[in-house]
């Protein structure tokens, strides 16, 4: 642990765990409270299924195109430095996002996304660099494990917050945001302290140079892993959107809070699993390998299988319910590896653009799937299958930790 770490005691650590969570927790409610409420605001503001999908891919792909940026800025002056000021847009954009909902307003609305995938840009990703800052070993690990299941928790929540406020009225989601930051806002600023550069910054040249390095000494597997990761959330988010859309219409008819609870229950086996793999691992290289191969294998078996029983609803859910807890084994895992993969004064922009490639894959997610269901509905599931075998190929040949994980 750090010097900082070192002195307080386990249960003194539960307060920094709880306001690092906050981070990823408000992050996965711009895109997750969302989902169960597009079929909403397509009829309300007479949209194509392309101009609804963008609702959730301009977010994701203003996010990506900015976090490798954030990380250099967060290396050079500070996490926090950068946190504090991404909740405050994240949180203004939010107000936009709701005006433009309330009037009508589609270009104004997906203006406020933009600006939103910008400021969203500053906090998980930057949050992840701060727990390797702040902790080592089994306690790092830990951490990352929970900074996951809360990321995995705010997915298995935000549905059915976004369902309940719906009930109120369908643009009361898009004004939730503000107050979520808030709330963040505080738990950062008064709960976490930061740990002082020991370093001079690097200026950008040099800086840039030390990146390049990194992936030239360990570009053989972190590249395969910040492929996993993105192909995993791009199958993740893409088929929430798909589910999110075929309850509503016949047989199911699914619709409201009902939907939200529906959705939540995939996410759910992933939250769970994602806290339990974090707990466990320690550093453990040997372990952390099986479970990403256990992880991916589940993934493939259980979405291989969805290409013939797509059609039947409960099984359906099951078996994403199954893919998606080898998500919450696959994850943890590879935040692990990544974070520890370079030193404190590079591990901002390296986790950022680990960050930018899963935020690339869930902004995929949603228009592919769309495209993908006016062809077949099998091709969707035949998709997600190779990609799924693609993942597990990639880490069996290539992400071969140390027994010991730095």
């Known amino acids: 642990m750090s010097k900082q770490a070192k002195q307080q005691t386990a249960g003194s650590l539960w307060p920094q765990y709880a306001a690092l969570a906050t981070v990823p927790l408000v992050l996965v409610l711009g895109n997750s409270m969302l989902v169960p409420i597009l079929p909403d605001v397509k009829r309300h503001l007479h949209l194509t299924q392309l101009q609804t999908s963008l609702i959730i891919t301009l977010f994701s792909v203003a996010a990506g195109l900015i976090i490798p940026l954030a990380g250099y800025l967060s290396d050079r002056f ?11 847009l994240y949180g203004a954009a939010g107000i936009v996002t709701g005006l433009g909902a309330l009037w009508g307003s589609y270009p104004i609305l997906i203006a406020g ?22 902790y080592q070993d089994a306690t790092e690990s830990q951490a990352l494990g929970l900074i996951e299941a809360a990321n995995g928790a705010g997915k298995v929540l935000s549905p059915v917050i976004g369902s309940l406020l719906a009930l109120w009225t369908w643009t009361a989601p898009f004004f939730a945001f503000p107050i979520f930051c808030v709330l963040a806002l505080l738990a950062v600023m008064f709960l976490i302290s930061e740990p002082k550069h020991q370093q001079q910054p690097t200026a950008l040249k040099p800086y840039l140079a030390k990146i390049r390095a990194i992936f030239r000494e360990q570009g053989k597997w972190l590249i395969p892993s910040f492929i996993a990761g993105s192909l995993a959330l791009f199958i993740l988010f893409g088929v929430l959107f798909y589910l999110s859309n075929i309850l509503e219409e016949a047989p199911y008819f699914i619709k409201g809070v009902r939907k939200g609870f529906v959705l939540a229950i995939p996410l759910l086996g992933m939250v769970v699993t994602a806290y339990i793999t974090g707990t466990l691992i320690k550093k453990n290289g040997i372990l952390i390998r099986w479970l990403m191969i256990i992880g991916l294998g589940l993934m493939a078996a259980s979405l291989g299988l969805t290409i013939f029983l797509f059609r039947n609803v409960y099984l359906f859910i099951g078996f994403i319910t199954l893919s998606s807890i080898g998500t919450g ?50 091709v969707i599931f035949i998709t997600v299958t190779v990609l799924s075998v693609i993942c597990l190929l990639l880490i069996i040949c290539f992400v071969k930790p140390d027994k010991k994980v730095k």
């Open 78 to 88: 500070g996490r926090k430095k950068v946190i504090i000021p991404s909740l405050i």
């Open 329 to 378: 084994l696959l994850l943890p895992c590879l935040n692990t590896m990544i974070t520890g993969a370079v030193n404190k004064s590079e591990r901002g922009m390296i986790t950022s653009l680990y960050s930018s490639l899963r935020f690339l894959g869930v902004a995929a997610g949603p228009p592919l799937f769309s495209w993908m269901m006016d062809i077949s509905h099998r």
């Open 113 to 134: 996304r933009a600006i939103q995938g910008i400021g969203a840009a500053g906090t998980a990703p930057i949050a992840m660099a701060l727990v390797g800052d702040l």
